[in-house]
């Protein structure tokens, strides 16, 4: 058993002067109980907890540290920015070099730089429907693109785990106004028939199409392929037939499960495109993209208006830069490897203790559905909300009292680093049996 005294002591602490005691909900643990660790130190694989605690990372920020923690690269980087100052408000050569690394990878031709990915969703939609002059937006169930008002309707990640069920495109959160999401299509991924049939009835309304490239929000759920088609290559098509602008979010995907990101597994070249997570090398820092015709209605070019004091930091656009250029191939093989080891194992202690479950990746992205024996595949978000959630409870605790720090959500990806080595892989593998175990007996 880890100790997390000093954890709660901070936990106290932060309740009394920050909602629920965190800056983002998931953190809190509100779906697995207990104490949430607070974060000390990282370095590579670990972190360090305030009670002294050594965890092997499964959470990696959420995705964004594909190299480990603390990276001696990307450390130095950012500490020679630092020294030269944090923020100019003046343009500078290293959001440059970031935006060149993001288009050389990339199937855009252009690219802005913001500090979120919510920041980077919200934008999109505003030039897309300035693009088209259309205001409909369609968006699928359980797939999050930050806190955006238009994309809060049927929400994933911190939606999924803490909201209650909710209707098709009524708002997942109050605060956000029925008129703002009767302007949002919602419709259940991986579903063509209904895509037909939205963009049958409203077709000429409809400004964009939004999708995470390959969901990672409410677990990992495969994009299927049909007659051949891969369910992004439909979209874009079926956007196309009705005038209307496809728009992929590669804000989880992007620069992980490929060098560019989802389109290096499908081919897909979307109108638009969110990133961030990755790129940003565990700073603020996001992008949107696209075709330079549509960006060029950006301001100050064009009068589509979009702004950030901080946007293009130089501290975090070296952070992102230095990480993308530390992404070669072989750093992709060994993600891919290190996730195979992780899924396999996962498959066999699970079996072992008698746990029904489904694993899905997407590339290197994959996350465990503690769903009931009838199913064996989760195309989309009503499947994924069968999930035994006081079994991934018991199954999360589990794992981390033997040291392994998973995300406290059934609704969300694992992620791994480079730094994830024989280790700190092995740690895994052999705390699985037993909190697979701990998990059947719920
Ligand atoms: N889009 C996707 C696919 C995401 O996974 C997230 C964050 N998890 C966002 C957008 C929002 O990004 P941010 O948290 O940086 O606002």
């Known amino acids: 058993m880890t100790s997390d005294a000093r954890s709660a002591e901070l936990f106290e602490r932060a309740q009394l002067v920050i909602p629920g005691g965190v800056?983002?909900?998931?953190?809190?643990?509100?779906?697995?109980g207990g104490t949430p660790r607070f974060i000390a130190a990282a370095k590579g694989a670990h972190l360090t907890d305030a009670d002294g605690n050594d965890l092997v990372d499964l959470v990696c920020s959420w995705g964004p540290m594909i190299l480990g923690h603390a990276h001696p690269e990307v450390i130095a980087a950012v500490t020679d920015a630092a020294a030269r100052g944090t923020s100019y408000g003046a343009p500078t050569r290293a959001e440059v070099e970031l935006a060149e690394a993001i288009v050389e990878r990339t199937p855009v031709e252009q690219v802005r730089l913001v500090s979120s990915g919510t920041e980077a969703t919200m934008t999109v939609l505003r030039l897309a429907r300035a693009a088209t002059g259309r205001d409909l937006v369609v968006k699928f169930a359980g797939c999050y693109h930050g806190h955006v008002d238009a994309l809060l309707a049927s929400a994933g990640s911190g939606v999924a785990t803490l909201g209650?069920?909710?209707?098709?495109?009524?708002?997942?959160?109050?605060?956000?106004?029925a008129t703002t999401t009767a302007q949002t299509i919602v419709l259940p991924y991986n579903d063509r028939t209904a895509v037909t049939a939205a963009f049958a009835e409203h077709g000429d309304q409809i400004a964009c199409l939004v999708?995470?490239?390959a969901p990672g929000n409410m677990g990992v759920i495969v994009p299927g392929t049909e007659d051949g088609e891969h369910f992004n290559a439909f979209l874009a098509r079926t956007c196309r037939e009705h005038g209307a602008l496809f728009v992929s979010d590669e804000v989880m995907t992007g620069f992980r499960v490929t060098r560019s990101g989802q389109h290096g597994l499908d081919g897909v070249v979307p109108d638009l495109v969110t990133f961030g997570k990755v790129m940003g090398g565990g700073f603020p820092a996001a992008a949107f993209g696209g075709r330079a015709e549509l960006m060029q209605l950006l301001s100050p070019v064009g009068s589509v208006y979009q702004a950030g004091t901080l946007s293009g930091n130089p501290v975090a656009s070296a952070a992102g830069s230095t990480t993308l250029r530390l992404l070669d191939d072989e750093v992709y093989r060994t993600l891919d490897a290190s996730a195979d080891v992780l899924r396999t194992a996962v498959a066999e202690s699970f079996a072992a203790a008698g746990l029904p479950h489904v694993v899905q990746s997407a590339g290197s992205m994959f996350s465990v559905f503690f769903t009931p024996?009838?199913?064996t595949e989760v195309p989309d978000y009503a499947t994924a909300q069968r999930q035994d959630t006081a079994a991934h409870a018991a199954f999360f605790h589990a794992m981390l009292d033997a040291g392994v720090y998973l995300p406290p959500s059934a609704y969300e990806a694992w992620?791994?680093?480079?730094?994830?080595?024989?280790?700190?892989?092995?740690?895994?593998?052999?705390?699985?049996?037993?909190?697979?175990r701990a998990a059947a007996a719920v």
Request: glycine share 2%; no cysteine.
């Open 23 to 32: 800056n983002s909900p998931v953190r809190a643990f509100r779906a697995v």
């Open 164 to 177: 209650d069920a909710e209707a098709l495109a009524s708002p997942s959160s109050p605060g956000v106004p």
């Open 211 to 213: 999708t995470e490239a």
């Open 373 to 375: 024996d009838d199913v």
């Open 415 to 436: 992620f791994l680093s480079t730094a994830h080595d024989d280790e700190a892989l092995s740690r895994i593998v052999e705390t699985l049996p037993a909190a697979a």
